[in-house]
């Protein structure tokens, strides 16, 4: 049976706003992952005096839903501050759309997760987060678990690609040592998202990412 939107869906499904890629941009964050069927990259320029968002756009793989919601989130986040856009939820969004079928709800919680960490690498970068916790071996865990394998479209930790055997934390620099070679097609992909969720950590210097071979 075909799933029923609502016509808010619909026109940001076929005329989404803030689509693209900032080149320049100040923040960053893709969750999901095309193989498990959706994807959200989500990208902020940010007015360092005021933290308002002055300009944010996306980029989607996926259903409607998922479409919609990165179109939508992007309409709502964009000129308010970054403790306002934290603010907005996943029901949030799925109201300003009308309502969203239940069996797409993770759609627009996908989005507004990627909001989120986008909103979080902007103050990792900028040093603006309050609570510095010291970089252990479980907070690169925690933040690999984010980190798609793009064959199975599950994280690289669950497929165990990475092992905790496999991190190292000493004096600022991560290693990662992840079990593909390094020739293999998706490789340079895995290491740039593993740099991107690290490398932003207020104690980290560097971060290195090996291949088996």
Request: charged letters at 30%; glycine letters at 6%.
């Amino acid at each position: 049976m075909p799933i029923a939107y609502s016509e808010i869906v619909m026109e940001h499904f076929k005329h989404p706003r803030n689509v693209g890629e900032i080149e320049d941009h100040d923040g960053k964050a893709i969750e999901g992952s095309p193989a498990c069927g959706d994807m959200v990259a989500v990208y902020l320029k940010v007015d360092p005096e005021s933290h308002r968002i002055d300009d944010i756009k996306f980029e989607s793989y996926g259903c409607a839903s998922n479409i919609a919601t990165g179109s939508i989130i992007t309409e709502m986040a964009k000129g308010k501050t970054l403790e306002e856009a934290k603010g907005i939820s996943w029901k949030m969004a799925s109201e300003a759309l009308g309502g969203l079928p239940p069996i797409k709800t993770h759609c627009s919680v996908l989005a507004v997760d990627g909001l989120r960490a986008a909103i979080q690498n902007y103050e990792e970068r900028q040093g603006l987060i309050e609570e510095q916790v010291p970089t252990t071996i479980e907070v690169v865990r925690k933040r690999l678990k984010r980190v798609m394998n793009p064959l199975t479209g599950l994280d690289v930790i669950r497929t165990k690609l990475v092992s905790e055997e496999d991190i190292q934390v000493q004096d600022g620099i991560v290693r990662v040592v992840v079990d593909l070679p390094s020739h293999h097609q998706f490789a340079s992909n895995i290491r740039e998202e593993i740099v991107e969720k690290i490398e932003p950590l207020w104690d980290i210097d560097k971060v290195e990412v090996d291949f088996t071979e």
